[in-house]
């Protein structure tokens, strides 16, 4: 079990501009799930995926954002045309199952300048 | 919809003091409870879940939790503090079956322990 992980950890970037953000799940979850903290509050759900299909979108994900998981494995997520607003943390998390602990990565600080 | 709500933003203990963080939810399905802590810069680190078994159910560090249904409650306990419990500490409802495991988070409770 070598854990969840997420690159870049921290990515800066002007308004404006396009940037992706991977993660690499424990390799036998099949739950992918990502979320989005800012300071001071709880992560908020974004999305997430049952092997490669993605089951559920929240509100929060407008179409500037985009994710895959291609062949089940990885995920990215894509933000276009990001906007101050877009600055957070931008957490990972996968589970074997409904309802098993996620187990989350370090995330990936976005910072727009 | 489900929902958390934890009391108190902020938290201070001296050393060796009892711990107690409060956390209550809102559910219309029995729910699955978990707390998580949050040191800077990092990830979220589970300390324990509650999944319809025992009531009391302990977790990693000495903490434990207590699930009362009749209180809607789920706070999380520990009796002797210590200075690496510094750290933010999220209670989590899970959406249920019907809606993908995702878990719905709290705003979070920093506790600072004094020497």
């Known amino acids: 079990d070598t854990g969840v992980s997420q690159n870049p950890r921290h990515k800066i970037t002007k308004r404006g501009q396009n940037v992706t953000f991977r993660c690499d799940p424990i390799s036998e979850h099949n739950r992918l799930y990502w979320y989005r903290q800012t300071l001071g509050q709880g992560p908020e759900f974004l999305t997430y995926f049952q092997n490669e299909a993605q089951l559920e979108k929240s509100r929060l994900l407008s179409d500037r954002f985009s994710a895959e998981r291609p062949k089940g494995s990885f995920s990215t997520l894509e933000i276009q045309r990001t906007e101050q607003g877009d600055s957070a943390m931008y957490l990972c998390?996968?589970?074997?199952?409904?309802?098993?602990?996620?187990?989350f990565g370090d995330g990936t600080r976005l910072s727009i300048l | 919809a489900q929902s958390v709500t934890q009391l108190g933003s902020h938290v201070s203990v001296s050393e060796g003091a009892l711990v107690l963080l409060r956390c209550n939810y809102s559910s219309s399905v029995p729910p699955y409870l978990f707390w998580y802590v949050q040191y800077p810069n990092q990830g979220l680190q589970l300390l324990l879940k509650y999944t319809s078994a025992a009531t009391l159910v302990k977790g990693i560090n000495g903490f434990e939790a207590e699930f009362k249904k009749s209180e809607t409650s789920f706070h999380l306990t520990k009796p002797s503090a210590h200075m690496s419990d510094a750290a933010e500490y999220f209670c989590?409802?899970?959406?249920?079956?019907?809606?993908?495991?995702?878990?719905?988070f709290g705003q979070g409770t920093e506790l600072s322990v004094k020497p």
């Open positions: 998390a996968s589970s074997l199952a409904t309802n098993q602990p996620q187990h």
């Open positions: 989590a409802v899970s959406g249920g079956l019907n809606q993908g495991g995702k878990l719905i």
